[in-house]
């Protein structure tokens, strides 16, 4: 149902990625000879369903990425990047404004999960086109404790907790609705599904690939590394 849908994408990757402790902005450090940020533009625009592919960088590094983008292959998916703001939210909105008129859902993606597969993209436009939000996520492995000034309160039953990964797919309004309740509110979610959850809208959760995790420190890069190695290999 719904094939005719059209699907922005949304990357974000203005953020600065200090626990990278990198020279460069986390989006432009370089994976397999080429930045986060082109893996994940090129995941996106690799799904059918994806029509245009918005990237979000920081407003001082916008001709960087209009520079890395000349050495690139082809991405005819690809909108020219637009300035993002002080914290990921903002950003989000910055890409939000722009999108084509004609797009019905918007896929929100950090950069920092570069590593983030075309068919697990598919799969969560092939859910929030039918239930109208869905987000990748994957069970937590670890024994989750609620602590207060350093001492255990409980251990939830950690078989109802899902780590959220991104994309993270809405209808286009109810994003943009959902971030003018939150500026309107003064509140400041650590992702989208929460701004809409807000809504009181239901968001569906699909399982995501345990290797889609967001690059934070620098040793997430050697293990990026190898896991791109080992898909190479099985290519
Ligand atoms: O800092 P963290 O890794 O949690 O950021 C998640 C994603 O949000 C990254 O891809 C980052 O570039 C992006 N971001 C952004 N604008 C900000 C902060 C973060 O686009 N101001």
Redesign the pocket.
């Known amino acids: 149902m719904l094939g005719g849908v059209r699907v922005a994408a949304v990357v974000?990757?203005?953020?600065r990625?200090e626990r990278f402790r990198q020279r460069l902005p986390?989006?432009f450090v370089s994976l397999a000879g080429r930045p986060l940020v082109l893996h994940a533009v090129e995941a996106l625009s690799a799904v059918a369903a994806v029509s245009c592919v918005q990237p979000?960088v920081a407003r001082e590094e916008l001709s960087r990425f209009e520079a890395l983008l000349a050495g690139a292959g082809e991405l005819p998916k690809l909108a020219p990047a637009v300035a993002?703001?002080?914290?990921?939210q903002?950003?989000v909105r910055a890409g939000l404004a722009v999108l084509p008129a004609d797009c019905e859902l918007v896929a929100v993606h950090?950069?920092?999960r570069a590593l983030v597969r075309p068919a697990a993209v598919a799969r969560v436009i092939e859910v929030a086109k039918r239930e109208g939000a869905a987000i990748l996520a994957a069970p937590v492995q670890d024994t989750l404790k609620r602590v207060e000034k350093g001492r255990i309160l409980e251990t939830p039953d950690r078989a109802s907790f899902w780590a959220a990964q991104t994309p993270q797919v809405f209808r286009v309004d109810c994003l943009r609705e959902a971030h003018a309740k939150a500026v309107a509110d003064g509140v400041r979610g650590t992702d989208d599904a929460a701004l809409v959850e807000r809504l009181g809208v239901e968001v569906h959760v699909v399982a995501g690939d345990a290797d889609n995790f967001?690059l934070?420190h620098p040793q997430d890069l050697v293990l990026a590394e190898q896991i791109l190695a080992q898909r190479s290999d099985r290519a």
């Open positions: 974000v990757a203005a953020g990625g986390k989006a979000v993002g703001g002080a914290e990921r903002d950003s950090d950069a920092a967001k934070t």
